[in-house]
């Protein structure tokens, strides 16, 4: 896998311009820019979240917190009590860990306008193990009512993510994901709540990709296509809400599904694509992810394989819901 | 600005202590729900801070230039709710609403509820927000409106008030007043008992903090604190007043009880705390307002 190149910087990941945490520290950046209203708040990792680049821009609105993650979003949920857009910023794994409750009661539950990053989501982290890799973030945040969740397909996605979400009121939390994503999108890309987008046409299977998932779907969708087998594939970066008329749209068209999260299965983006198709068009659907086990410390390449998360795995997900599905016969050979 | 009360001022004062705690009584019999004690140990502060001492307009709950107050033990909504009506953010008849579908919640809400600053319920969380608070208002030159911090003693157990603590420090937020509840006992027992807090006046120092302590009963003694720590303290650093207070005064049998931390009495204890509280602040004898009013469930709620 090409995030192999993070394994071979561990000490400078400052040499990888292109990885998704770069490219949101430089939206961070040009927001701040347009909405003086932005103001950033750090729990002593600046330099890994790479909201570095903001408060080297702007440090009249940069605050260090310290190592107080239940602070830092107590103090984000005050800040914007008095008109600011406030981003406080730590790894997905004490977001949703450690500060839950404080981004529940505090944030949440009054509405307020408070944008959450997630850093050091799911796999590929670096190697610092269970204690550090997010596979829960999407369960918690989505659990909380108000609360928007997205986690982003490559650099452009978040980079609309980000702007969405300073122009929608209230509180969101998005992902962002360590290593470098292949560009799925164009200049101009647009991000719009509750919807998602066909990155690929098919006819046989949908897989429904959310974040860095996505562009393994495509790869998966390549090798099924070497067995003849047509698979759709559906970005939908907006967990919550979710586009759940184009995941009825699209597993009525095909007839079964696999989704792929960079995260548990369990409460995740595959219950949430699960709860529609459950509703609209019952059918055999299959989820990739973490299968409830903690995600320990090791090579991102193998981790993806200990985890059956990669491209292969998806695809034989899909040949398996292909053979499950009724009342159509199996496309494979 | 002059902290000396006129004797005029200090009865009304004294009836807006009075009144807060009928009021809460009314509301937690009412809505078979709540915090007596938590609510009248703090019924004194509330009165100077809302009749006194806060720069509030009723008319304009969300004013940008107001004073702020986050009620960080939420469990005492009740008396919070009574000061809100009787300084006229939400109606008398508001309160009989209490923890019933569509009324007051329980504890606080803010989308709900004007002049509510923030939602709150689990402990310890109000300081941090009130920091945030703080430096924001700090960073919009807003040198006039403070930020006061209402929270229990218990609540200060609570790892996330002492890095609340830090950061206000760390950040000179000298527009930032805590108030702690010091009522000395917790929804279990006693506080010394369950998990020791003292010395508490030389914990806030060491984190930063200017310290008053007061007896937060003594509405004197409150309204001097209040000036204090928003005209002459503040030089740098945030302010806490400890208030030495008792845990359900005004009603003895609720006093330093833990057993009326959260219970709800019925009608009939209900009549006998309004009549015991009216014979105590000398005013005329009133029963349980509503008592002839139909009781909407069964049984009186007695526990958490």
């Keep these: ?78 800040l914007a009590l008095t008109g600011y857009i406030p981003f406080p910023s730590t790894f997905a794994a004490f977001v949703a860990r450690r500060a839950a409750d404080q981004i529940a009661i505090s944030i949440a539950y009054p509405n307020l306008n408070v944008k959450i990053p997630g850093s050091y989501v799911g796999l590929p982290t670096s190697r610092a193990g269970a204690s550090h890799n997010a596979i829960e973030d999407i369960a918690v945040m989505r659990a ?34 360590r290593i470098t994503l292949p560009d799925m999108f164009e200049a101009g890309h647009q991000f719009e709540w509750g919807k998602g987008v066909i990155v690929r046409s098919g006819s046989d299977v949908t897989l429904f990709g959310t974040g860095m998932m996505t562009s393994l779907c495509l790869r998966a969708a390549d090798l099924l296509a070497q067995e003849s087998i047509s698979a759709e594939v559906v970005h939908l970066a907006s967990i919550k809400p979710i586009d759940g008329d184009l995941i009825t749209d699209s597993i009525s068209r095909t007839g079964c599904g696999v989704t792929a999260e960079n995260a548990s299965v369990i409460g995740g983006f595959g219950d949430a694509v699960s709860q529609v198709v459950c509703s609209t068009f019952p059918a055999p659907l299959k989820r990739i992810g973490v299968q409830d086990k903690w995600v320990n410390s090791g090579g991102i390449d193998d981790l993806f394989t200990q985890h059956h998360m990669q491209p292969a795995d998806i ?19 | 600005m002059n902290p000396k009360l006129s004797s005029d001022d200090l009865l009304n004062l004294e009836e807006m202590a009075y009144q807060i705690r009928r009021l809460s009584v009314e509301m937690i019999c009412y809505g078979q729900w709540g915090h007596i004690g938590g609510s009248f140990s703090m019924a004194e502060i509330l009165s100077v801070l809302y009749f006194q001492a806060l720069s509030i307009d009723p008319k304009r709950p969300k004013w940008e230039n107001r004073d702020r107050l986050v ?27 209490y923890c019933e579908p569509g009324g007051l919640e329980g504890h606080t809400d803010m989308t709900h509820t004007p002049g509510l600053e923030t939602s709150g319920g689990p402990l310890g969380m109000g300081l941090s927000v009130a920091a945030g608070m703080a430096l924001g208002l700090k960073l ?41 509840d010091y009522n000395k006992v917790m929804a279990k027992g006693r506080v010394s008992d369950l998990m020791q807090i003292e010395p508490v006046a030389e914990k806030w120092q060491a984190f930063g903090w200017e310290v008053i302590e007061i007896d937060g009963h003594d509405i004197e003694e409150i309204a001097q604190a209040i000036y204090e720590a928003r005209w002459i303290r503040p030089h740098g650093s945030p302010i806490i007043i400890i208030a030495h207070t008792v845990k359900g005064r005004g009603v003895e049998r609720a006093e330093f009880n833990y057993q009326w931390h959260t219970h709800a009495p019925d009608p009939q204890t209900a009549d006998q705390m309004l009549k015991e509280l009216a014979i105590t602040y000398k005013r005329p004898v009133q029963g349980y307002s509503r008592i002839n009013e139909p009781v909407k469930k069964e049984t009186f709620y007695g526990g958490e």
């Design chain 1, 144 to 177: 909380l009512p108000n609360m928007k969740v997205a986690d982003p397909g490559d650099n452009r996605d978040l980079a609309a993510i980000m702007r969405t979400a300073v122009n929608t009121p209230g509180p969101v939390y998005f992902r962002i994901t």
């Design chain 2, 71 to 97: 009620l960080s033990k939420a469990h005492g909504s009740p008396a919070l709710y009574a000061t809100l009506a009787l300084k006229g953010f939400i109606a008398i008849d508001d309160l009989y609403t």
């Design chain 1, 315 to 333: 695809a034989e997900a899909a040949k398996n819901v292909i053979r499950q599905r009724k009342p159509f016969q199996i496309v494979a050979p």
């Design chain 2, 140 to 180: 919009r030159e807003n040198a006039r409106a403070r930020v006061f911090c209402l929270m229990g003693d218990g609540e200060i157990q609570e790892g996330n008030v002492w890095e609340a603590a830090m950061s206000a420090a760390h950040y000179h937020l000298d527009n930032l007043i805590g108030i702690l």
């Design chain 1, 1 to 78: 896998m090409a995030e192999n190149k993070t394994q071979k910087h561990p000490i400078s990941p400052d040499r990888q311009p292109d990885e998704m945490r770069d490219a949101f520290g430089k939206t961070l950046v040009d927001l701040g820019r347009e909405f003086p209203s932005i103001v950033v708040l750090d729990a002593d990792l600046n330099t890994s979240s790479k909201i570095v680049y903001f408060k080297k821009a702007f440090p009249d609105r940069f605050f260090q917190i310290g190592i107080a993650e239940q602070n830092l979003f107590g103090m984000a949920a005050g």
